[in-house]
């Protein structure tokens, strides 16, 4: 989470807009805290014509291949020397199908997919969004239904893009803030 919201706080301040994802943040290595988006087919590898370009003299100039199509993000790894690993295991041939928060590995640079603005787990006793205290009285008619609860992380997924530019105005105003 602390690489994602350093990502989305230096996008701010470059002025870039932030991104819903997906993306890739450099975990570790030289360009670490850098967000790389992930616009259908893309190339990760050191040479100038990779669409990902890492500065790593273990990534081979085209070292693998990473696709989202459809809501989900792919991985393949081309034939590079050092090979690809994902959450520490070396990928074999063919196309392999990520997961929010996987870790890819490409030469010394770590990597972790982030797919979507994630907000982290729920505090403990944390209601849903739009859920009811349990005491509340029932929904009546015309009132909403309460929504089924959800463990484990809450996305923001499809919020509009001005929300998410709020979003990162208020973590850029929190951050300068907190350096003040």
């Known amino acids: 989470m602390r690489a994602v919201a350093q ?3 230096r996008d701010a301040l470059d002025g870039e807009p932030p991104s819903l994802g997906p993306w890739l943040v450099v975990a570790s290595g030289r360009s670490a805290g850098r967000r790389m988006p992930i616009a259908g087919e893309e190339v990760l590898g050191r040479s100038a014509a990779a669409s990902l370009r890492l500065e790593d003299p273990h990534v081979s100039r085209r070292h693998a291949r990473i696709a989202s199509a459809g809501g989900e993000v792919t991985l393949e790894d081309l034939g590079s020397r050092s ?3 994902r959450n520490g295991r070396r990928l074999r041939r063919g196309v392999h199908r ?3 928060g996987d870790e890819i590995e490409a030469g010394a640079t770590r990597l972790r997919l982030v797919a979507s603005l994630d907000v982290g787990p729920e505090p403990r006793g944390a209601l849903p969004i739009g859920s009811a205290p349990r005491n ?3 929904p009546g008619p015309g009132l909403p239904s309460e929504p089924p609860a959800r463990a484990g992380r809450r996305r923001l997924a499809g919020v509009p893009a001005a929300a998410a530019l709020l979003l990162a105005a208020c973590a850029v105003s929190l951050a ?3 350096l003040a």
Request: hydrophobic residues 65%; aromatic residues 0%.
């Open 83 to 85: 090979g690809t690993r």
């Open 176 to 178: 300068l803030a907190a």
């Open 7 to 9: 990502a989305l706080l």
């Open 98 to 100: 990520l997961a929010p």
């Open 136 to 138: 509340a009285p029932a």
